[in-house]
């Protein structure tokens, strides 16, 4: 696929009616993730015995235990992150400083804070709910094992 796409590497578990169930594989992240000043995402990123496991929808069914290539549009990977992280902090900041424009120094800001939160997480869910398709990865390739 062309350089426009974030790919991560998967195992064929099993098949569905609409395609194939697949247990995602944990990788090591960038160099900068790895490092001790990083972001931290290693410790995310490390393997335990909880797998991470995904349908996708396609017509091609590779053998179970084969290993395939997933990708992701980079602009949906910057679209999810953007509505996962500022849709509720965006909704949350206008709540609190509506309130607090209305009643300065008002003991519940931080109150309207955390609901502005929770809004937000029930609009994204919402959203996330009619819009799941376009924030899928897509089975781009698929190897021998």
Not at 35 to 63: F, H, V
Not at 89 to 101: D, I, K, R, Y
Request: one cysteine or more; proline letters at 3%.
């Amino acid at each position: 696929m062309s350089g426009d796409c974030a790919t991560a590497e998967a195992r064929v578990v099993g098949w569905t009616t609409a395609g194939v169930r697949v247990a995602l594989a944990a990788s090591e992240g960038c160099g900068r993730c790895a490092a001790r000043g990083g972001c931290g995402a290693r410790w995310l990123l490390q393997k335990s015995d909880d797998r991470r496991e995904i349908e996708i929808d396609t017509e091609q069914r590779p053998a179970i235990g084969q290993t395939v290539t997933l990708a992701l549009t980079r602009a949906s990977l910057v679209r999810a992150s953007v509505l996962v992280y500022g849709l509720p902090l965006w909704l949350a900041l206008g709540a609190t400083l509506a309130v607090n424009v209305r009643s300065p120094d008002h003991w519940s800001l931080p109150l309207v804070f955390v609901a502005g939160l929770a809004v937000g997480g029930v609009v994204l869910r919402r959203h996330l709910r009619r819009r799941s398709e376009a924030y899928r990865p897509r089975l781009v390739s698929s190897s021998v094992a």
